[in-house]
């Protein structure tokens, strides 16, 4: 829920990627109208809401076929209704933290953890509005 209680991330069909390992499973984002706005896509449970409740991160799985494990991090602009994500991808262990301009994840490196700092102001956003209308 975010931080305003506005919004929600609902999963649903969420499976283990393998016994103790994160789950997956397809997202929608319910707004406080109760309009339900399904996203594109495979999701970990990794979420991270900005504190005002304008953005939320997520871990969008990028390749699911198990030969390459490794999410994107996709931002959603709850106020806008857009959608945009990084091109970087990585294992994602955790959100760390989101600022204005900012979001932060640990993700794995072979044996070792690192961070990724992605700035919004680099994201290109595309519209959730025409992606649902179908």
């Known amino acids: 829920m975010s931080p305003i209680n506005q919004t929600m991330i609902l999963f649903k069909d969420e499976h283990e990627l393998a016994m103790g390992g994160p789950l997956l499973g397809k997202a929608s984002l ?12 495979i999701f970990s449970e990794q979420v991270l809401w900005q504190t005002s409740g304008q953005y939320v991160a997520l871990a969008k799985w990028a390749d699911t076929t198990r030969r390459n494990l490794s999410h994107k991090v ?41 961070v990724f700092v992605g700035n919004l102001e680099n994201l290109k956003f595309e519209s959730l509005r025409k992606r649902n209308a179908a």
């Open 30 to 41: 319910l707004l406080e109208n109760r309009v339900l706005i399904h996203l594109d896509g």
């Open 74 to 114: 996709s931002i959603i602009d709850v106020q806008n209704l857009q959608v945009g994500a990084f091109q970087e991808s990585m294992f994602i262990k955790q959100f760390t933290r989101f600022t204005d301009k900012t979001v932060e994840c640990e993700y794995y490196e072979q044996q070792s953890t690192k």
